[in-house]
Nanobody
Framework: QVQLVESGGGLVQPGGSLRLSCAAS????????MGWFRQAPGKEREFVAA????????YYADSVKGRFTISRDNAKNTVYLQMNSLKPEDTAVYYC??????????????????WGQGTQVTVSS
């Protein structure tokens, strides 16, 4: 079991940057695939990015490719999402989630077994 706590959200102007962090507790973090999802008001939760247990493979939604970077530090039990060139349409609550290692490629919310409480990101001038 992995417990997850996100931080780093806030208000940023279009074109700005934010780095989200997700601190994990539990013995299985370093063997788990990790993902970031987001949910805007009135919309379904959607996949943003994922990373394999060792950080060797990363996956991105087309809407964020080239702007967002997912990374992890297993020594610190933390996964990050660096978000650059932010757009108003990136506004959402961002969630990190953990999945079994063999599901690192998954973009399906039901494959992720553990979720954080979310952190709000608002992109507005």
């Amino acid at each position: 079991q992995v417990q997850l706590v996100e931080s780093g959200g806030g208000l940023v102007q279009p074109g700005g940057s934010l780095r989200l962090s997700c601190a994990a507790s539990g013995r299985t973090f370093s063997s788990s695939a990790m993902g970031w999802f987001r949910q805007a008001p009135g919309k379904e939760r959607e996949f943003v990015a994922a990373i394999s247990w060792d950080g060797g493979s990363t996956y991105y939604a087309d809407s964020v490719k080239g702007r967002f970077t997912i990374s992890r530090d297993n020594a610190k039990n933390t996964v990050y999402l660096q978000m650059n060139s932010l757009k108003p349409e990136d506004t959402a609550v961002y969630y990190c989630a953990a999945a079994p290692s063999f599901l690192a490629r998954s973009r399906t919310t039901s494959d992720y077994r553990n979720w954080g409480q979310g952190t709000q990101v608002t992109v507005s001038s």
